[in-house]
């Protein structure tokens, strides 16, 4: 049975074959550490843990992009290089032109795919991204964790949820393809407050949803308040109810583009340490979906 709609399956039934999404540190700093927003982070933020590449700034992008597709496996997909770590669009136009154009003259690229934060657009930005996506295939993947300012500013995220729809709004009249990246088990959010960025973001012209658990990573002002008991992580089990109700609470046209992630120790994982293994939390977690009937969408057809 298909719980939920795989960003996978879009992608490959757009390109008529499997793609390959290769992560890659376009060398983009963050508004919420350079001091613009804040220079402490969001608190749960190590891009260590959380991006294979967060450590390749001094590798040229589309050199890093050539040393991947060069390793047997890639020939004949295919391929999304995926500007991952830290905030993507926040640069000059210019900037963003020197790290994004080269990528699409690979040979195989079919588009691009960007991350980065609701607050590091202008209307230049705008206009060029407009201008690209009329090019070439383009996700713009906005960074949000939960609709709720309450929480935005608990974790110094250093936007709101306004600035999300400002944004999202100018994306959507300009025809480029969304992104929201949220995350599941912030503290203070109630089961109800986490449905409720599900049913918001099922209202919005949002195509994609990427969905994580809270992890706590060693060095950020997470891994204190959880050593202090200020904060706590999710069980397998309670992630999977929750991740589930989540789902069902979305359209069932929109993209799923993650469903877990994961950390390892040597990276600073702290809690929860299912985070580790992935294959089996996913295992587990479509056990559990099998067990619920779950559906993508199913509460919002009922
Ligand atoms: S916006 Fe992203 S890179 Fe910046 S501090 Fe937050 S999690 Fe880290």
């Not at 996978?8 to 390109?15: A, I, N, P, T, V």
């Not at 992560?23 to 608190?43: E, I, Q, V």
């Not at 069902?248 to 992630?261: F, G, M, S, T």
Request: glycine share 8%; with cysteine; proline share 5%.
């Amino acid at each position: 049975m298909i719980h939920y709609h795989t960003y996978r399956s879009y992608l490959k039934k757009r390109f008529g074959k499997p793609v390959l999404k290769i992560p890659l540190n376009g060398g983009f700093s963050c508004p919420n550490r350079d001091g613009t927003a804040s220079t402490n982070g969001c608190l749960f933020c190590d891009n260590r843990s959380f991006s294979p590449v967060a450590d390749r700034t001094a590798e040229p992008t589309l050199r890093q992009l050539q040393s991947i597709i060069s390793r047997p496996g890639a020939a004949g997909k295919p391929l999304l290089p995926y500007l991952q770590p830290f905030s993507n669009t926040y640069g000059t136009v210019d900037r963003l032109k020197a790290v994004y154009e080269p990528l699409l003259e690979v040979p195989g690229v079919t588009g691009l795919a960007v991350g980065t934060r609701p607050d590091c657009f202008t209307e230049e930005v705008f206009r060029y991204l407009a201008d690209l996506s009329r090019r070439t295939y383009l996700s713009i993947e906005l960074g949000l964790q939960s609709s709720h300012d309450s929480t935005l500013a608990l974790c110094n995220r250093g936007h709101t949820w306004n600035d999300f729809l400002n944004t999202l709004d100018q994306l959507a009249t300009d025809g480029i393809e969304t992104v929201a990246h949220v995350m599941i088990g912030l503290p203070g959010e109630t089961s109800d407050m986490i449905y409720e960025t599900a049913l918001r973001l099922g209202n919005l012209p949002v195509r994609g949803v990427k969905i994580h658990q809270l992890m706590i990573i060693a060095e950020t002002e997470f891994a204190e308040w959880y050593r202090t008991g200020r904060c706590e992580v999710l069980e397998l089990e309670r992630y999977s109810e929750l991740l589930c109700g989540f789902l069902e609470r979305l359209r069932p046209d929109q993209h799923i583009h993650r469903i877990v992630a994961d950390a390892t120790r040597e990276n600073g994982l702290i809690a929860p340490l299912w985070s580790a293994d992935k294959t089996t939390a996913l295992r587990y977690i479509h056990r559990y979906m099998d067990e619920h009937d779950v559906r993508q969408g199913k509460l919002l057809t009922v």
